[in-house]
């Protein structure tokens, strides 16, 4: 396995050990399927360490096993297809060197975390993101601007409010709707 603890992850594609895993192909189809798969394990490897955000510094992309890293131009490119295929969104657009990893779309998660809210009776009450992020919630761990995307989905469907955030101001609160 690879130095990354294989304790939190133990479920490593054959792939991972193939060399030019770990070399963008130059070839587009090639390519376009190695994104995929690229993709594919930074996702999983996230759902099952819950892990919510990436950089470019992150051991995934090196197998010292192998002796192999992929370069920062393979990182950017596999940053820029998720992107573009809504499963990562830059924390920093000016940046770009980490995104949010939406191992679930944002719609799944406000969709847990309406169910979330209903089974700790949230409903038209008041909860902080603290309580959200911290209170043995499914979304437990999750980065504080990740959550308020995920709110503003429910606010946009009527489902929530999002309260402060005023001027650019931190979220202070959320109250949920039945």
Same mark, same amino acid.
């Given at each position: 396995?690879?130095?990354?603890?294989?304790?939190?992850?133990?479920?490593?594609?054959?792939?991972?050990?193939?060399?030019?895993?770990?070399?963008?192909?130059? =070839?587009? $189809?090639?390519?376009?399927?190695?994104?995929?798969?690229? *993709?594919?394990? &930074?996702? /999983?490897?996230?759902?099952? @360490?819950?892990?919510?955000?990436?950089?470019?510094?992150?051991?995934?992309?090196? =197998?010292? $096993?192998?002796?192999?890293?992929?370069?920062?131009?393979? *990182?950017?490119? &596999?940053? /820029?297809?998720?992107?573009? @295929?809504?499963?990562?969104?830059?924390?920093?657009?000016?940046?770009?060197?980490?995104?949010?990893?939406?191992?679930?779309?944002?719609?799944?998660?406000?969709?847990?975390?309406?169910?979330?809210?209903?089974?700790?009776?949230?409903?038209?009450?008041?909860?902080?993101?603290?309580?959200?992020?911290?209170?043995?919630?499914?979304?437990?761990?999750?980065?504080?601007?990740?959550?308020?995307?995920?709110?503003?989905?429910?606010?946009?469907?009527?489902?929530?409010?999002?309260?402060?955030?005023?001027?650019?101001?931190?979220?202070?609160?959320?109250?949920?709707?039945?």
């Amino acid at each position: 396995m690879a130095t990354i603890a294989a304790v939190e992850f133990n479920s490593w594609p054959a792939h991972y050990n193939f060399p030019p895993f770990f070399t963008l192909q130059p =070839n587009r $189809e090639t390519q376009a399927k190695q994104l995929s798969i690229w *993709i594919q394990l &930074i996702k /999983d490897y996230a759902s099952k @360490t819950r892990l919510f955000s990436i950089d470019h510094s992150h051991p995934i992309f090196t =197998n010292t $096993e192998i002796s192999r890293s992929l370069t920062q131009e393979g *990182i950017s490119t &596999i940053f /820029d297809e998720m992107i573009r @295929t809504s499963q990562g969104e830059y924390v920093d657009a000016s940046k770009k060197d980490r995104i949010f990893i939406w191992w679930q779309s944002k719609e799944v998660w406000a969709k847990v975390l309406m169910q979330s809210a209903e089974k700790g009776g949230l409903l038209n009450s008041v909860a902080t993101i603290y309580e959200l992020l911290n209170d043995h919630t499914p979304l437990e761990g999750m980065e504080e601007a990740m959550l308020v995307k995920v709110l503003k989905v429910l606010e946009a469907s009527g489902k929530c409010e999002v309260m402060g955030g005023a001027a650019g101001g931190s979220v202070e609160g959320v109250k949920f709707f039945m």
